[in-house]
């Protein structure tokens, strides 16, 4: 089974704090995506990462960057958080055209 | 501009029924559509899949219907059983790794 891992399960910063948010997978995927969910919106993509060193912006990438030094890893960073930013963050994995991605749990981050 | 659109954000079943959960779509270049449960506090799970060149993928309780022409997606689950309480959402593609996720509908289902 496909395992993606968040650091955090909950977090809570202050506002023009610099957050990073970590995300492993152990399968070996190419694909890694961040997305945040919040009620009413549904997922909405703020970065992903074909391979590593490579990044793409999705639908809502400001206030965002991104991190991916390895295959396995990929940090979605708040370069100054500001309270708008207090969300569900859902990291994902995939592998292939026309296949699944896999979640991790999320980190419920709040911003203060 | 919402591409992915589920209407109904809630939907109560009793145990043993059918469940039907809908979804419409404006793109008509979506060559592969997902949807995805979720409980609370965890991530979304894959549950099935179907491509645009087929019109209905089953998996066990779940079967999953695709009317292109009206741009219309919609998942079966029956019997639908208390543990299928979650919130499910599309998430439909364009020939690329990105997938545009609908609003959620809460299913509840109810002995």
């Known amino acids: 089974d496909v395992k993606v891992t968040q650091s955090s399960r909950y977090l809570v910063k202050r506002t023009g704090e610099k957050v990073f948010l970590e995300c492993v997978q152990d399968?070996?995927?190419?694909?890694m995506f961040w997305y945040r969910q919040d009620p009413g919106l549904g997922l909405r993509l703020i970065y992903f990462?074909?391979?590593?060193?490579?990044?793409e912006k999705g639908d809502i990438p400001e206030g965002y960057s991104v991190s991916r030094e390895k295959k396995e890893r990929f940090s979605l960073i708040l370069e100054s958080a500001s309270t708008n930013q207090t969300s569900m963050y859902l990291c994902?994995?995939?592998?292939?055209?026309?296949?699944?991605?896999?979640f991790g749990d999320g980190t419920r981050l709040s911003i203060l | 501009d919402q591409q992915v659109k589920q209407n109904s954000p809630s939907l109560s079943v009793q145990e043993g029924r059918i469940s039907i959960l809908n979804c419409d779509y404006t793109n008509s270049m979506f060559d592969y559509f997902l949807w995805y449960k979720k409980y609370p506090a965890e991530g979304p799970t894959f549950l099935i899949s179907i491509s645009s060149i087929k019109d209905k993928n089953e998996d066990g309780r779940f079967t999953v219907f695709l009317n292109k022409s009206a741009k219309h997606l919609s998942l079966h689950i029956v019997p639908s059983q208390p543990g299928d309480s979650a919130v499910y959402f599309c998430a439909p593609s364009e020939n690329t790794d990105k997938l545009i996720f609908g609003t959620g509908t809460r299913l509840q289902v109810f002995p």
């Open positions: 399968m070996d995927h190419e694909n």
């Open positions: 994902a994995s995939k592998t292939g055209k026309m296949k699944p991605q896999h």
């Open positions: 990462s074909y391979d590593v060193k490579m990044k």
